[in-house]
């Protein structure tokens, strides 16, 4: 038996680092996929990844036969095996291969997508019917050997698919939305960054000012809330202004730096509604909301500037199952 699934990837439009504190934020799922194919009849546990270079080998105890020092790399796939392994009576073994089209450490949910397609199709492998909010839990317990504390929001669109305000004691509602007129672009700073240092360096910053980051989140808040609004209405110019503010908020807690900034400034004039940063900050990515008349100028003046820069379609379907 062999099964194919893929997840895609996810860009944060407002409440990044916020989010942590349980504020809202809206995130969407864009189409940039991570595949991951599954296939039975083995007797031990074989998992590559073409994106790495990397594999290793295990057997069904999960002692290690073969790849030691790629452990680190699997370990969140290993986690999943685990937990999907206490839920069935499968026995076997099983070869795994990743290929991802989201660039790792860029902001745009990477390992999380990994993530949800694995549970996808490790679980139908194993023989396990789960429902969505299954996969997501599951892929959670992942999420939190690479990023220490996350806040589930990269799992949950990973998953779900489309656009969702996203807050961590209330879970997701999803929004409805045309966004026929407008482009997202992102650009990849090229520089890597790591979501758990990032997050700790916020929550540093803020038990040491807390009365100065308090109101701080208490704005990130409403200026979600706001944005989602925006997006309801169709209010594409006003959301853009206020992804401007959100990323005002992101370098006022420190997580912005010189070439974010850059890309940033660089996007707004060539024509942008709206440029921040994406995900934890530090390096990784900007996301940018342009008219689709303004798409292919601002996304010109980024590649001069960026590693990569992708112009891109919301995804309305999370994980799919082949």
């Known amino acids: 038996m062999k099964v194919e699934a893929s997840a ?14 349980n504020e809202p934020a809206i995130a969407c799922a864009v189409e940039l996929r991570a595949h991951v194919t599954v296939e039975d009849g083995y007797d031990d546990i074989l998992l590559s990844s073409q994106n790495f270079g990397s594999s290793i080998k295990l ?4 002692d290690i036969l073969d790849g030691r020092e790629n452990l680190k790399i699997f370990e969140p796939l290993l986690r999943i095996d685990r ?6 009576d499968f026995k076997g073994g099983y070869k795994l291969e990743v290929n991802s089209s989201i660039p790792p450490a860029s902001g745009m949910g990477s390992s999380a997508a990994v993530a949800v397609a694995t549970v996808a199709a490790v679980s139908k492998i194993m023989g396990l019917e789960l429902d969505l909010e299954e996969i997501s839990k599951i892929a959670y317990e992942a999420e939190k050997i690479v990023h220490g504390s996350p806040s589930g929001i990269d799992n949950t669109i990973a998953t779900y698919g489309g656009i969702i305000v996203f807050r961590k004691s209330e879970g997701f509602i999803r929004l409805e939305a045309d966004f026929s007129k407008v482009m997202l672009i992102v650009a990849d700073s ?4 790591n979501t758990g240092k990032m997050v700790r360096k916020v929550k540093n910053l803020k038990n040491k000012y807390p009365r100065v980051f308090e109101p701080l989140y208490h704005t990130a808040g409403r200026l979600a809330i706001e944005a989602a609004q925006a997006i309801r209405d169709g209010r594409f110019h006003d959301l853009g202004e206020l992804m401007n503010v959100n990323h005002g908020l992101l370098s006022a807690i420190g997580v912005s730096n010189r070439k974010l900034e ?17 995900g934890a900050g530090g390096g990784g990515s900007i996301v940018v909301l ?4 303004d798409s292919l100028r601002v ?6 500037i960026s590693r990569r820069v992708y112009v891109l379609n919301i995804a309305e379907k999370g994980v799919v199952v082949l």
């Open 8 to 21: 895609p990837a996810k860009v944060i439009l407002v409440g990044e680092h916020f989010v942590v504190e």
């Open 190 to 193: 090229g520089l890597p960054r």
């Open 290 to 293: 342009t008219t689709k008349e």
């Open 299 to 304: 996304s010109k003046a980024l590649k001069k």
């Open 262 to 278: 850059e890309m940033v400034y660089t996007a707004r004039e060539a024509g942008a509604l709206g440029a921040k940063i994406t």
């Open 83 to 88: 937990i999907l392994r206490r839920m069935t």
């Open 59 to 62: 057997s069904i105890k999960g």
